[in-house]
């Protein structure tokens, strides 16, 4: 008797049929949308981490370095990124890119000791107390070049009690400094001699005025753009005049900022809505128009309202929204519209015309057969499960930066 091979289907977590993807795909869909070990509403954040690990080799080892930092440079993304080159580390023929990739990608001082804690990450037991891996050569590369981007404000503010210190990466790579003045400033750092920074949290935790505080803290630039939105309540709280706090929205660096931070900051502070608006779409400017009639369509089901992290109430459906947002600025003509069990309207218009794209923002789990697209489609995962809707006639990107929205506009001009 001739045993068959039965064959699985790829489903959705609601039980939809999905596609199976390449190694590569599979890789970029857990990636672009990842904050590593933090659960998802159908998936648990060790299993997402757990696959990324395991997809790193069975990806050519450069399209996985390009991966990583397209995650960090495009995507904004910091520790994602940090755990794919923990994994080139301990396979041969990725290993050789490491110390290109991690020093390229490292931006902060604190990102060089989270790349050790991802490292030291396997043994048991508390972080003080696990017997460490010894670090890879091509890894100490990495980070000896990295640590010579950073300043002494920059150490001094990212030098913070935990089991990996600074001075500890210092020690462990024997980095050389680029001068006789950097050559001071480790010194300083490993003696525990680095003036303190003034910082926007040391100075509001030292008792001072708080509008005074906030008042210098702008003038001198001081309070970087996603301070800023943190604290806009408090500045409110503290009376700091409205027009010093717009001046600063309206000064404020957005390029490292995701879009969907500026509705959480809208939601605490909604008297600053226009500026708040209008600082996002900066990130567009000079963004090539879609032409033509645009349908965006906004997942809120239940999975879309799962908190990104513990410590986070934002959700998926605030980084839907924030991508909708920028891309209605870029259509010549655009109708919105939210979706779960029904579609409502915004504003209500028909929805039985064809219109030239349509652009779907979602996690991707259905219950249902997505049908092809009446015309261009777009299906923009805001999540990192192992499959999901939409394929075939369906073109898909994946993350919540405003980088999508010049994709999709890419992708459009090279098919003319």
């Known amino acids: 008797m001739v045993r068959l091979n039965k064959i699985v289907r790829a489903l959705t977590f609601e039980g939809a049929p999905a596609k199976r993807f390449t190694p590569e795909m599979a890789l970029r869909r857990a990636l672009m949308n990842c904050l590593p070990w933090e659960s998802q509403f159908y998936e648990d954040g060790v299993a997402i981490a757990e696959r990324i690990k395991a997809l790193v080799p069975q990806v050519d080892p450069a399209r996985v370095a390009a991966l990583a930092i397209e995650a960090r440079e495009v995507m904004k993304l910091r520790h994602a990124p940090l755990l794919v080159v923990r994994e080139m580390a301990r396979h041969e023929k990725h290993r050789a890119l490491v110390a290109d990739t991690l020093a390229h990608l490292i931006q902060r001082p604190d990102e060089m000791t989270e790349l050790l804690a991802i490292y030291w990450a396997d043994a048991l037991g508390p972080m003080q107390q696990r017997k460490r891996q010894p670090v890879s050569a091509q890894v100490k590369k990495g980070l000896a070049r990295a640590v010579t981007k950073f300043d002494a404000y920059q150490l001094a503010k990212y030098d913070r009690d935990g089991a990996v210190r600074i001075r500890d990466v210092l020690f462990l790579v024997h980095a050389k400094p680029k001068d ?23 100075s509001l935790s030292s008792g001072k005025d708080k509008r005074a505080t906030f008042e210098r803290l702008i003038a001198e630039n001081r309070l970087g753009g996603l301070a800023l939105l943190r604290n806009l309540r408090l500045m409110q709280k503290a009376e700091v005049p409205r027009s010093t706090i717009a001046e600063a929205i309206e000064a404020m660096r957005t390029d490292r900022i995701l879009p969907y931070r500026f509705i959480t900051a809208a939601r605490y ?3 600053f809505e226009p500026e708040l608006e209008s600082a996002m779409l900066k990130s567009i400017k000079g963004y090539a128009r879609l032409p033509g009639r645009t349908r965006l369509l906004i997942d809120v089901s239940g999975s879309m309202f799962y908190p990104l992290s513990a410590q986070s109430e934002m959700t998926r459906a605030e980084a839907a929204c924030g991508l909708a947002i920028l891309a209605r600025e870029v259509c010549d003509e655009v109708e919105t519209f939210t979706f779960s069990n029904e579609v409502v309207k915004i504003p209500p218009r028909e929805i039985d ?3 030239d794209r349509l652009i779907v923002f979602t996690d991707e789990q259905s219950h249902d057969t997505v049908p ?24 898909r990107v994946h993350g919540f930066s405003e980088a999508v929205i010049a994709w999709i506009a890419a992708s459009e001009e090279t098919k003319h």
């Open 180 to 202: 006789a003045d950097q050559a001071k400033v480790w010194k300083q750092l490993v003696d525990g001699e680095l003036a303190s920074p003034d910082t926007w949290e040391v």
């Open 269 to 271: 502070a909604p008297d």
């Open 353 to 355: 015309r064809k219109g």
């Open 372 to 395: 092809d697209p009446r015309g261009r489609g777009t299906m923009v995962n805001v999540a990192s499960y192992q499959h999901g809707v939409g394929y075939d006639a369906w073109t």
